[in-house]
């Protein structure tokens, strides 16, 4: 059977630098590609060529400034003005590395992408495309890549879903890349130095306006900077002098409010989410076992979801969970496989 001619989606980073290195030594024919996304992400696409030029594979860059930002970006911002802590890398696996970039894929003539994310990808008896963990738990990027499609799914490949982050940099090392050592970035692309807030008031124009902390009773206990600096769950940063400990439980854009309770009020086991994406299944005949994570970091935790609408589930914890965020993304898990997930509301 004839090797798939793929597309290596590279960043300048080392994990998709050894994505390339592992498809070639694998017998693909493989082409190199860079998403320029923001201002000097051309200097990121230089260093994904210096890659591709010593592996001696074509290499592509795909300016994609002006729909990331249209399709990402905006999304992102609207969404924090409405009160929400949305997650900018799942939606832009879905529509941009998982979606414009197949379609600039195609338009090559090749058969799909592959990534340096850390997950699996199975097929299933029934042909169905199956997303696993990482075989590295540690790094294992499941999670962000929960809501996409069968379509979708069928045209990616994930060459490091079984290797740790410490075999990936060997890899790197062995081949000469210069990148090998190159620091994991942590921070949203289109915010490196991780000031949310300052970026929010940079794309609005100005500060966005002061309101009452309260509490649930409804007591005024201080003014707040603009509902975009705070997020469910926050207790740091207040600029509150308290006789006791107060948290962020809920932000209300509607009255332009931060609303403080106690830790104990921060718990609920039950949470609904809409915009949902199942990979095993197509819908979720009756409730189902499984565990789930409300945010990338935490521990998946036992739970049973059920769907209650044509977009939109329940998930039921077994136990309490922490500051449950809406705009963040739920994600259900069978064992090791990603069942799917979606919006909290």
């Known amino acids: 059977m004839e090797k798939q001619k793929l597309l ?5 980073g080392v994990d998709s630098a050894v994505t390339a290195l592992l498809l070639e030594r694998n017998g693909y024919t493989v082409e190199g590609g860079t998403l320029v996304l923001r201002e000097g992400g051309e200097s990121e696409a230089e260093e994904a060529r210096a890659v591709a030029d010593r592996l001696g594979i074509p290499h592509h860059t795909f300016d994609l400034r002006e729909e990331f930002h249209r399709l990402v970006i905006c999304p992102f911002i609207e969404a924090y003005e409405a009160g929400k802590t949305p997650n900018p890398c799942v939606l832009c696996n ?8 197949l379609d600039c894929t195609a338009d090559l003539g090749l058969d799909g992408v592959a990534t340096g994310h850390y997950a699996r990808l199975e097929r299933s008896p029934g042909g169905r495309y199956l997303l696993r963990r990482a075989a590295d738990l540690t790094k294992d990027q499941s999670y962000m890549l929960y809501s996409l499609s069968q ?4 045209r990616s490949r994930f060459p490091l879903g079984e290797f740790s982050k410490t075999e990936v940099r060997e890899l790197a090392a062995e081949a000469g890349f210069t990148n090998a050592r190159k620091r994991d970035s942590q921070d949203i692309c289109f915010i490196p130095d991780g000031d949310y807030g300052g970026f929010l008031e940079r794309a609005h124009g100005g500060a966005y306006p002061a309101g009452d902390f309260r509490t649930i009773d409804g007591q005024v206990l201080g ?7 705070y997020t469910v769950g926050q207790r740091k940063g207040l600029g509150l002098a308290l006789p006791a400990p107060l948290y962020v439980c809920e932000k209300n854009v509607a009255e332009n409010s931060v609303i403080l309770s106690d830790n104990a009020a921060l718990f609920t086991r039950t949470l609904t989410a809409d915009g949902i994406n199942f990979i095993p299944f197509d819908h979720l005949e009756q409730p189902l ?5 409300v945010r990338y970091a935490q521990a998946a935790q036992p739970a049973t979801v059920e769907q209650i609408g044509e977009d939109r589930i329940r998930v039921t914890f077994d136990e309490a969970q922490r500051a449950i965020a809406p705009g963040q993304s739920v994600v259900l898990y069978d064992g090791d496989y990603v069942v799917g997930g979606g919006i909290i509301l």
């Open 223 to 229: 003014r707040h900077r603009g509902l975009i600096h």
């Open 94 to 101: 879905r529509t941009v590395k998982f979606g414009l970039l």
């Open 151 to 154: 379509a979708q799914l069928s």
């Open 289 to 293: 076992r499984v565990t789930a994570k």
């Open 8 to 12: 290596a989606a590279m960043s300048g």
